[in-house]
């Protein structure tokens, strides 16, 4: 079975560990979020991507949910004694040396999804990587800017992780996603695909992100196989991050239904919503989306598969 | 008054050391040796800068006299894991800092000699630290190749570091140095000196490959101001490092005397030599070139800054 996942960080590199042990002979593809991605001290950082990478190659910080386990700090320290910023993002040693890597690639000529694949050669994450796009999209956020009386955009890392989406955001704006093209292979594998799966990723920043790839929704819908998501509101809140903010920003409440319909009949054939959502299942189902509820909350790996037997088992109805 | 000091890596950082002790009023300006950069990792690495801002700053490993105290080494670790090298260069996490900063700022459009004095903004050396030129010149060494029955030339560190200078050098090659210019200061530092230096570093790749950038030399030479170096040779051996694997490749024997005669009369007014090269002193003066014999052996700051005394000293003999 070839199983496309379209993800985000956390939730996504957390789900697709589940889907991994609910699935051992798929042949999983990822399609990484790289909207997140910045330079920071001259190098290039893709969270996203790390996050899946490490999560899956048994290199993560299992507490934190990203960053490297057994991680020092001794670079972003000496960085800070030369005044040297930004010092709310969190890079560890051994995260840096990720980022020195592709950087040096990179300026090599190698494309993010070669160097991508370069770094999995070391991580073995059991799944194809692959980024969005070898294009520069960088997701930036509309926020007021009572300094000067108006608003401004910051990168979505300088509102997500500086501000910890404090402020009220006006705008999510994938900037250069309108002139990207999506990364080689990515169309094939979706394509090719026999389910395609969301993960309880951000639907706006992590997998609106991705779909603000020009060709890469149109493929999706266009595949004829089941796509089915799982819900990151569980309760009318996120399971984790802070997904209502930026859902707040694009005018879609903060609830399983909403973000179903978000996405939309056209694109989702099955949605996941968690049993304290028992509730909004006719809603979801109404708007012409298969809809079930079981537990969402990935307390660890077992339930993470167990969500991702759901998905596959609701992919399998719809396809019926 | 304004002392002048042309310096490699560890040799002159101890003497520099000594010199601030011996001198606390000087005005010091160190013109440094970028002849041992290199590029590793994708970022610009200046191993005699950096041994100087460090020794002079408080942050050296005193022991080994290069790279950071409390030093350690997980991106290292981390970059050998991804299968990338050189593992012969011993980068630390501190250490990597610095190269970090200093290739995001060259990035910027910096010219070295203004990274060079930020970085030196949080190091406070107590000297006016210029590397020898902005521009880019690598010492290159020409070492039997007889995989393929000729000869190549390598980099200096891999030479210096990665071979240990274990194998015959057949040229020293400055590549880069004669389209280079002096950067910003240099020349000027030079016209306004009363003295002029050159501490016991390498003769040949650190104060050769300095003297190699057109328009340093002459202006040494037509200063008209004393100018007195101290030997790296102690008994017919360097004090430290491999000078006289590099001093054979250019036809000069390992000797007190022989390289005061490299460096000639038209440049050198006087020269220190250890006691135990005594027997020198008649040879070198009749060269044209004042000469001492004084205990050379920086053992420990007091010693570095008592040969700084007595090369102080030569100078004023020399213009009296």
Redesign the interface.
Known sequence: MRIVVLAGGIGGARFLRGLKAAAPDADITVIGNTGDDIHL???KVCPDLDTVMYTLGGGIHEEQGWGRSGE?F??????G????GPDWFGL???D???H??R??MI?AGYPLSAVTEA?C??WQPGVRLIPMTDDRVETHVVIDAPEDGGRKAVHFQEYWVRLHASVPAHAILPVGAEQSKPAPGVLEAIAEADVILFPPSNPIVSVGTILAVPGIREAIADAGVPVVGLSPIVGDAPVRGMADKVLAAVGVDATAAAVAQHYGSGLLDGWLVDTVDAAAVPDVESAGIRCRAVPLLMTDVDAAAQMAREALRLAEEVSA
Chains 1, 2 share one sequence.
Do not use: C, H, S
């Open positions: 001290f001259g190098l020092t001794a670079v972003k320290e000496e960085l004694a030369y005044g040297i560890g040693d051994r840096f040396a990720t020195i890597v950087t040096q300026g770094l050669a070391r």
